[in-house]
């Protein structure tokens, strides 16, 4: 079981910055890689940012170079940092941790979310 909440979204004016937050708790299995989705009105919830095992860092080619996502292990939380924001960010932002469950010889991940936070960039 992954417990995870997401905070530190808000509004902002184009150009400026934010920093999410995603504290985790539960199983560590399934923190070690850790991911930043969101999902935009009337749009399917996409990738924006990961963090592997060994800190291994990747992000999607609309938010490289001004989003950066980094972990506080001794915290338990990931970050996803925001800089020159533009109105098409605009979009609730989940946290993401996947545990593998294995059974037999077949292998799967589960998805655990967060609740979600609104981050709302105008022009």
């Known amino acids: 079981q992954v417990t995870l909440v997401e905070s530190g979204g808000g509004s902002v004016q184009a150009g400026g910055s934010l920093r999410l937050s995603c504290a985790f708790s539960?199983?560590?299995?399934?923190?070690?890689?850790m991911y930043w989705y969101r999902q935009a009105p009337g749009k399917e919830r996409e990738l924006v940012a990961s963090?592997?095992?060994?800190?291994?860092?990747s992000a999607a080619d609309t938010v490289k170079g001004r989003f950066t996502i980094s972990r506080d292990n001794a915290k338990n939380t990931v970050y996803l940092q925001m800089n020159s924001l533009k109105p098409e960010d605009t979009a609730v932002y989940y946290c993401?941790?996947?545990?593998?469950?294995?059974?037999?010889?077949?292998?799967?991940?589960?998805?655990?979310w967060g609740q979600g936070t609104q981050v709302t960039v105008s022009s």
């Open positions: 993401n941790a996947k545990c593998m469950v294995a059974a037999g010889t077949e292998q799967w991940d589960i998805d655990y």
């Open positions: 539960g199983d560590a299995d399934c923190a070690k890689s």
């Open positions: 963090i592997i095992s060994g800190g291994i860092t």
